[in-house]
């Protein structure tokens, strides 16, 4: 498994404000990747953290808006820019690590305690 | 466009009964993951399915996949209260060489004495 860390655990922020929400690993990962969720939602992907390289968004996620960083393999950071209240989410940081089972060996992930963003 | 679907999305039983959450996925995969959110909290891994037939079982849950069918369940046996929580499967894809879950909606659980 995967002791992941964020902070800050939660914020309440101003219309037209940045956010930077950190990640933190106990151990070095190829991959690290970034969800929202509304409230009372499911988990939609923003980004995949690349290290070394730009940030692999999804449809209906840009980069101005949620910048990333990836300096190293066990850290990232999501910023959430311009904030409006439809901003106001949680957001999980996640790693997938190799993991054998019966079945052979697979990419399980594992998720951080999350973010818990109000933007007033 | 892959659809994951659970169903029922809200489930409320009582303690002691048995009950089935389904999950529908429109894409192929051979991966499976359920995991467990309690309120205000993140998401716990509950089982990893990784072909077709793959039935894993935790105490009083069970999870199976039918990769055919593309249907994975979630049966709950004599629930009991600590059991109340939303539960997402979600289906792992390989993308473009990149990984990636796609989840279900979520189902609430409640238990109620």
């Known amino acids: 498994s995967a002791v992941i860390s964020q902070k800050p655990s939660r914020d309440i922020c101003q219309r037209g404000t940045s956010l930077t929400i950190q990640c933190q690993v106990d151990?070095?990962?190829?991959?690290m990747f970034w969800y929202r969720q509304q409230p009372g939602q499911s988990l939609t992907l923003i980004a995949t953290a690349n290290q070394g390289s730009e940030a692999t968004y999804e449809s209906g996620f840009v980069i101005d808006k949620f910048p990333i960083s990836r300096p190293n393999l066990t850290f990232s950071t999501l910023t959430v820019s311009n904030m409006s209240p439809e901003d106001s989410s949680i957001y999980l940081c996640s790693v997938a690590k190799w993991t054998s089972g019966g079945a052979g060996v697979y990419n399980e992930q594992f998720f951080g305690p999350g973010t818990r963003l109000t933007v007033l | 466009e892959l659809k994951v679907e659970q169903n029922p999305l809200f489930l409320s039983m009582q303690e002691g009964k048995n009950y089935t959450i389904y999950c529908n996925y429109s894409?192929?995969?051979?991966?499976l993951y359920w995991y467990r959110q309690d309120p205000g909290k993140s998401l716990e891994s509950l089982f990893v399915?990784?072909?077709?037939?793959a039935v894993k079982q935790e105490g009083r849950l069970m999870a199976s996949l039918d990769t055919k069918a593309r249907l994975s369940t979630l049966h709950i046996t004599a629930a009991v209260h600590d059991l109340s929580a939303t539960y997402f499967c979600a289906v792992d894809l390989l993308i473009q060489g990149a990984q990636k879950l796609v989840f279900g909606q979520g189902t609430r659980l409640t238990i109620n004495p």
């Open positions: 151990s070095q990962v190829t991959m």
């Open positions: 894409t192929t995969s051979d991966r």
């Open positions: 399915l990784l072909s077709n037939g």
